[in-house]
Nanobody, 117 residues
Framework: QLQASGGGSVQPGGTLRLSCACASASIFSFDAMGWYRQAPEKERELVAEIARDGNTRYADAVKGRFTISRDNAKNTVSLEMNNLKPEDAAVYSC????????????WGHGTQVTVSS
């Protein structure tokens, strides 16, 4: 079970930090932990993904602004989002998968991120 938290409303240029806690398994058991987002009337897209070995990948739209990290001891994955833009507004969901670069096997409930002035 994946539980996301940390969403909210910020002004453009602001910062939010999302956190995903895994209650039913160690995140170390997954090859890939990730964050996806879905804005109204848009398809869900990958935002960032982190591998068991710490390798990361990001959507081009967030490179340099977002940072994904994992804390195996706390069993959490976080997404630090800086310099937020209105187009970052979406429902963000965390994911867990057994294959790096593949489709996630598990999804958490989403958390809303709103960016507006």
């Amino acid at each position: 079970q994946l539980q996301a938290s940390g969403g909210g409303s910020v002004q453009p240029g602001g910062t939010l930090r999302l956190s995903c806690a895994c209650a039913s398994a160690s995140i170390f058991s997954f090859d890939a932990m990730g964050w996806y987002r879905q804005a109204p009337e848009k398809e869900r897209e990958l935002v960032a993904e982190i591998a068991r070995d710490g390798n990361t990948r990001y959507a081009d739209a967030v490179k340099g602004r977002f940072t994904i990290s994992r804390d195996n001891a706390k069993n959490t994955v976080s997404l630090e989002m800086n310099n937020l833009k209105p187009e970052d507004a979406a429902v963000y969901s965390c994911s867990a998968g057994f294959r790096w670069g593949g489709s996630p096997d598990y999804w958490g409930h989403g958390t809303q991120v709103t960016v507006s002035s």
